[in-house]
Nanobody, 124 residues
Framework: QVQLAESGGGLVQAGGSLRLSCAAS????????MGWFRQAPGKEREFVAA????????YYVDSVKGRFTISRDNAKNTVHLQMNSLKPKDTAVYYC?????????????????WGRGTQVIVSS
């Protein structure tokens, strides 16, 4: 069992930065792929980024590549999403997830456990 709690959301102007954090509880944190999803109003939840046990294995949706960076600290049971060059279309509720990789044409992830979400609003 893993409990997840996000923080770091807020209101930022376009071009700005935010750093989301997710604190996880549970002794098996390091065995899970950790990642972030987001859901904008009226849209389905979409995969954003994932990191496997080693920080060298990271995966991103194309729309955030080069702007977002995901990292994890297994010693502190935390995962972060550094978001730079934010755009109004990045506005959404961001959810932390713990699960595994889903390997199709592109690599994404599925979530077994979810946080409650943190709101990110990017103004133009």
């Amino acid at each position: 069992q893993v409990q997840l709690a996000e923080s770091g959301g807020g209101l930022v102007q376009a071009g700005g930065s935010l750093r989301l954090s997710c604190a996880a509880s549970g002794r098996t944190f390091s065995s899970y792929v950790m990642g972030w999803f987001r859901q904008a109003p009226g849209k389905e939840r979409e995969f954003v980024a994932a990191v496997a046990w080693s920080n060298s294995n990271t995966y991103y949706v194309d729309s955030v590549k080069g702007r977002f960076t995901i990292s994890r600290d297994n010693a502190k049971n935390t995962v972060h999403l550094q978001m730079n060059s934010l755009k109004p279309k990045d506005t959404a509720v961001y959810y932390c997830a713990a699960g595994g990789l889903r390997k199709n044409v592109v690599v994404t992830m599925y979530g077994d456990y979810w946080g409650r979400g943190t709101q990110v609003i990017v103004s133009s």
